[in-house]
């Protein structure tokens, strides 16, 4: 199986498809790791752009009600995703929305924001599109785990140890 | 037997849309999908209407409404009592509170012959005290309990006299005619807890004379700059302003900001955020629950002597006038959507059936604008994924009648009504934090 990354002309999501569907095939502890520290790396970026003062809604168009049957989120870098309802019931989409009420909390007055680039949600939409194996999902929910981890801990952020619970698969 | 099979078949072919709509004998509320509601009821000063609409995948807001006797006699005082618990964490101190406060309360007035603020209080604390005492003895076995707790709103209706008692962020509202216009203007009964806001502010803008942008006022929450509001986490920033390191822990709306290096001593530890109240969170009150076996990401890494969060409700007492209409109890679910003045409108503004579902309506269809969806859509959100979308809303209208409220209350006789707001409860196996049943919800 070949995944394609939707807009495939970034670099990131073409070594992150990759590297998944290495890992589909032979899930290796090494690659996972590299997975895991791409994913640590857009978190860390991502706290320093939050640590500054936002600019309200620089790039964002007036709100503009979603089509019938969606959901609207925002990446950290402000793009606007309109997904349909039902990806609410992804594990993916309900795990990256806990992590930005970890990390967020939850918005009263605005809409909701994905602790993740848009180029990421691309992928993540790209691969529900596709319809995601039962694996990869997997791997991919403990990717987002262990970017969780990262947050959690002192704001140093040496992750010296990346203990990946490997052993589920 | 036919009757039977008849019933079968048409509870199977009954069409999906009323599925979730039954009566629920014990209370007389009916569910429909994630909303319980009960259009109408009766209680011994006037009417009243009550609405519940679950976001997270346990309720977490639990509410009653209590009227007839309020002591353990037949011969009263009568009266009516309004609780809306909001619970935080998980929904064990508000199921207990709401299974506790009324009993504590019926007790105190019996001692005393009479209803009171120190009954009140007298009941709180008694509450208190119980929850601390389940939270020992289930500690061992279940620690995350010690991370849960509860707002606590109570009102009572008795000879005359409204009583609100306070803690946390739910709030009452009262709904009073103004004679000369014919307007009915909303007045904030319930007290604030956010005193300790302000010294913190002023102690950060003194330690940051240059920085004025140090506290910040966004989405009516005061932040400090460089911090994210986040439910049950714990952050240390390091090398922010003047101090060496300083942590912010908050657990659904209350906050916590620890400050330490040179600029305060290692020891200061100050409180703020929007909850400065509870009952239980017996962590942030008692030292020793802030300790292994409970998880780490619930505890606080600094320790502290005095208790962080208090349980001691703000109480005050209001003489009801002939011109006060309705008196609104709500959880914040409800009041992060509407205002005072837009609540008591819509209330004013139509039949008083179904006032408290109305509200509840308004608050969804303003909460579905911001996050930039359709009311429709997002009433098919199931349950626990809904609470990225609102918070769990409970919404108990009291309507007050005059006659009612001025006739001796030794003289009304009247069976006592017992109202419990609903939700859906989870059959043992779903309770897993992850699972969410896909037929789970329509509002």
Redesign the interface.
Known sequence: MVLLPVGGDSPLILYLSLDLYNINKMISAKKLIKLAQKWQKLAALRRKR??L?RTEKSSRSK????D?????VYSTDQKRFLLP?NY??S?IV?EL?KL?????????????TLPCDAELIEYVVGLIKQGITRDLEKAILVFIASSRCS??S???HQVTDHQLPICSF | MLSGLMNLLRACFRPRSDRHVHTNSETGGRQDGLLWYKDHGQHVNGEFSMAVVQANNLLEDQSQLESGSLSLHESGPYGTFVGVYDGHGGPETSRYINDHLFQHLKRFTSEQQSMSVEVIRKAFQATEEGFLSLVTKQWPMKPQIAAVGSCCLVGVICNGSLYIANLGDSRAVLGRAVRATGEVLSIQLSAEHNACIESVRHELHALHPDDS?IVVLK???WRV??L???????????GVGMCKWWIWV?SAGAGCLFISGKVLSLSSLMFFGSVSRSIGDVYLKKPEFNREPLYA?FRLREPFKNPILSSEPSISVHQLQAHDQFIIFASDGLW??LSNQAAVDIVQNHPRNGSARRLVKAALQEAA??????Y??LK???RG?R???H?DITVIVVFLDSNLISRASSTVKCSNISVRGGGISLPPAALAP?T?P?EGGRL
Not at chain 1, 63 to 66: F, G, L, P, R, Y
Not at chain 1, 68 to 72: D, P, R, S
Not at chain 2, 229 to 236: E, G, L
């Open positions: 939050i640590a003062p709100s503009e009600m979603a019938k049957g969606h959901f609207v309802l609410l019931n594990e309900r929305l930005a009420e970890e990390e967020f909390g939850l918005p009263s007055n605005g809409p909701l947050l959690f002192d704001l140093h | 942008q989405h009516n929450v700059k460089g994210i509001q986040s439910s049950k986490t714990i952050y240390t920033l390091k908050e990401r992060e959507h604008k911001k996050r930039e969806m359709r429709s859509d098919k959100i199931d994924v609470r990225h979308f918070d992850c969410t896909r």
